[in-house]
C-alpha cells in the first residue's frame, strides 16, 4: 500500500517484553492511526493522532502508548507484552476521513505474545 | 456494542454471477459509509464509498446501496471476478467528540469461483 510503510512485518515475543511497532508515511498527512485486527472483531482503533505533538485514545487503548514527534513517524509501543496482545496491527493515514478522504493502511504488523 | 455489523462471515459466488454484501448499523449519527478490500498479508484497501445524503453509488463493477431507514448498506459486485476473493469490510463514519470515528464491520470473506 502506497504511502505508508510499516515494520516489522512479524515478530514474536514473551510475555513482559516491551516493543515498538514503527509506522511511517510520505503522504504529508496530520492524521495517523493505529488499528489491531482480532479474529470477528473487525478493525478497532488504539490511537490516533491529529497532528505532530497531539496524541489520543481510540476504542482499546491500554497497554499501548503512542507518541508523534513527527509528521511522517507515529510508533506504536507496548511496554509490557501480554498475550491479549497478540494481534494483526495496521497503522493508517488519515487518522480521521476528512473531506471524504478514504484511510490508506500500511500492510500490517504480525505480532505474537507467548 | 457492534454498531456496524456484517452477519455473514463468508460468501462464495461463481465467476461472473453477482456478489452481495451486506451490512447493518445501528446508529443513526453515522453519516459516511466505506467498503474496504483486504486480501491476506496486505492492509485494507479503499473500494467505493457513499454519503448518508445518497442511496446508490457506482464504480465500474461496483455499486454500493444505502437504505438509511432500514440501517442497511449493501454492496453489488457485477460481475463477480476471481479477483474479488478478498475480505470486504463495511464502515461508517460520524463525528464523535471533535473528530470523525470510523467504525469497522467485522468482514465478509468472498470466495468466487472459476
Known amino acids: 500500500n502506497a504511502g505508508v510503510t510499516q515494520t516489522p512485518k512479524f515478530q514474536v515475543l514473551k510475555t513482559g517484553q516491551s516493543m515498538t511497532l514503527q509506522c511511517a508515511q510520505d503522504?504529508?498527512?496530520?492524521?495517523m492511526s493505529w488499528y489491531r485486527q482480532d479474529p470477528g472483531m473487525g478493525l478497532r482503533l488504539i490511537h490516533y493522532?491529529?497532528?505532530?505533538?497531539?496524541?489520543d485514545q481510540g476504542e482499546v487503548p491500554n497497554g499501548y502508548n503512542v507518541s508523534r514527534s513527527t509528521t511522517e513517524d507515529f510508533p506504536l509501543r507496548l511496554l509490557s507484552a501480554a498475550p491479549s496482545q497478540t494481534s494483526v496491527y495496521f497503522c493508517?493515514?488519515?487518522?480521521?476521513?476528512?473531506?471524504?478522504?478514504?484511510?490508506?493502511f500500511g500492510d500490517g504488523t504480525r505480532l505474537s505474545i507467548l | 456494542d457492534q454498531q456496524v455489523k456484517q452477519n455473514s462471515p463468508s460468501l462464495s459466488v461463481q465467476e461472473g454471477r453477482i456478489s452481495i454484501l451486506n451490512c447493518d448499523y445501528t446508529?443513526?449519527?453515522?453519516?459516511?459509509f466505506l467498503w474496504y478490500k483486504k486480501y491476506p498479508a496486505e492492509g485494507p484497501t479503499f473500494l467505493i464509498s457513499?454519503?448518508?445524503?445518497?442511496d446508490k453509488n457506482e464504480d465500474g463493477r461496483f455499486t454500493v446501496f444505502l437504505n438509511k431507514s432500514a440501517k442497511h448498506l449493501s454492496l453489488h459486485i457485477v460481475p463477480s471476478q476471481p479477483g474479488d476473493s478478498a475480505v470486504y469490510f463495511c464502515?461508517?463514519?460520524?463525528?464523535?467528540?471533535?473528530?470523525?470515528?470510523?467504525?469497522f464491520g467485522t468482514g465478509t470473506k468472498l470466495q468466487v469461483i472459476p
Open positions: 446508529n443513526s449519527m453515522f453519516d459516511y
Open positions: 457513499i454519503s448518508s445524503i445518497k
Open positions: 464502515a461508517a463514519r460520524m463525528n464523535s467528540g471533535g473528530y470523525q470515528k470510523v467504525t
Open positions: 503522504m504529508n498527512h496530520e492524521y
Open positions: 493522532s491529529v497532528g505532530a505533538g497531539i496524541t
Open positions: 493508517a493515514s488519515p487518522a480521521v476521513t476528512l473531506s471524504n478522504q478514504p484511510q490508506h
